[in-house]
């Protein structure tokens, strides 16, 4: 690993409840940005049937995870759910810096916290914020892949993290989501500026 390449290169992160909408926020970034790339976590859950391994997620065996664990391969991991782990691989960010580009991160909120600890001078990190746990409800009910009790743990794990909101640079209320992205816009922008004055 390049000794100092952290110190120098951008990274953006955006964190938020299930259902709060942070990634339908990074899509839309990721079109109007052009200089911002996916970061790809690692997981080890199974890949849906439209999900494409390097590209959806690098799905590892519970194995190799807990290896790159022991080797401090990733940025960030967590257990986000019994025995799934999901993680920031170190290669992934290098990867994205060398093409001359800004990972976008769109992880949990305990991971987000991690990367910030570690990148505190070059991350903008952003919070997206339900408008309410009822209003999360309702959207992760639409969403019809949710039995009752993956409902409740989804709803009780977001009661929690809504309680670390105040950790990021910057907090989205995303009521409305073409607001949500013009405001995402903006603070990307700003961010990216400061690193790429024109």
């Not at 391994?53 to 190799?64: A, E, I, R, V």
């Not at 999901?86 to 992880?107: A, F, H, K, M, Q």
Request: charged content about 30%; some cysteine.
């Amino acid at each position: 690993m390049k000794a100092d390449i952290s110190d120098l290169q951008p990274i953006v992160i955006f964190t938020a409840p299930s259902g709060a909408g942070k990634t339908s926020i990074v899509k839309h970034l990721l079109k109007k940005c052009p200089r911002l790339a996916f970061s790809v976590s690692a997981a080890t859950r199974q890949p849906r049937s439209d999900e494409v391994d390097g590209k959806d997620y690098y799905f590892l065996s519970l194995n190799d995870f807990q290896k790159k664990i022991q080797e401090n391969a990733f940025a960030e991991w967590e257990m986000v759910y019994e025995s799934k782990y999901y993680g920031t691989l170190r290669t992934e960010l290098e990867r994205i810096w060398e093409s001359n580009r800004v990972p976008i991160l769109d992880i949990d909120v305990k991971g987000a916290i991690h990367v910030q600890q570690q990148y505190p001078l070059n991350t903008l990190s952003v919070f997206i914020q339900p408008p309410g746990v009822e209003e999360l409800k309702k959207r992760l009910e639409s969403r019809g892949t949710e039995t009752k009790e993956s409902l409740e743990t989804r709803l009780n794990k977001a009661e929690y993290e809504l309680s670390f909101s105040r950790h990021f640079k910057a907090i989205i209320v995303n009521r409305e989501l073409p607001q949500a992205c013009r405001e995402a816009e903006v603070l990307i922008g700003d961010f990216l500026t400061a690193f790429y004055p024109e």
